[in-house]
């Protein structure tokens, strides 16, 4: 069976929150008329890149992940509009990684794509595991605008044998967001305002993988 891979630019903001920070009210935001119910997922990644680190350098990540509705390998290349990911899904017959003792094993599509930026062997840095619920932000007509997800994370740094965890929220624009930059930047401006009533703060971390790193 080939692996067929999907792109799609991701636009979302990351905010930092305690634990016991409450959910804010995610109607006050413009377009937002109702909230999904909430939908737990549970996510377990490891990220992978060269010994020297050639994907890191050419702002790349390389993770495998399961759990979730896009479960599968994933290239994150970070663009000035936001991160684009093509996810390949996980092949039972020749994807090797399921074991999470065991090293997965890059899939020939996988490595085909990464070519032009980097070449194995790779190794895993971290694993990432994230008790994440998630939550459908929809519009008038029933659209999603946006997905919200609550994650509570643990992360282990494999280089440094280091664990950390913390609770961190992301909103990620959908395809009922607006097309205009500016009412895309009035949205998460809106959501700046409502998390930091709640008590939190925009994340200074671009991803999770930086931050399991210490980075």
Sequence with gaps: ??????????????????????????????????????????????????????????FTALRRRTGGPDEGWH??????????????????????????????????AVLAALAEVAAPPFIVLARI??????????????????????DRVTATDLRRGVDTS??????????AAPADPAARAALFAAADRLVVEAGGRVSPSASKLGRALGL
């Design 1 to 58: 069976m080939s692996i067929e891979p999907l792109s799609a630019l991701e636009i979302e903001r990351k905010y930092d929150v305690g634990d016991g920070t409450p959910l804010p009210d995610w109607t006050g935001l413009p377009r937002i008329a109702s909230v999904g119910e909430a939908e737990p997922r549970a996510l377990d990644a490891r990220y992978l890149d060269t010994p020297d680190g050639r994907l890191a350098a050419a």
């Design 129 to 150: 595991r994230n008790a994440r619920t998630a939550y459908a932000l929809h519009d008038a007509a029933g659209a999603v605008v946006a997905e919200f997800v609550d």
């Design 166 to 175: 913390w609770r961190e929220w992301e909103l990620e624009l959908g395809p």
């Design 75 to 108: 290239i994150k290349q970070s663009t000035a509009e936001g991160k684009l990911e093509t996810h390949f899904p996980l092949d039972d017959r020749g994807d090797v990684g399921a074991d999470a003792d065991t090293d997965p094993v890059v899939p020939d």
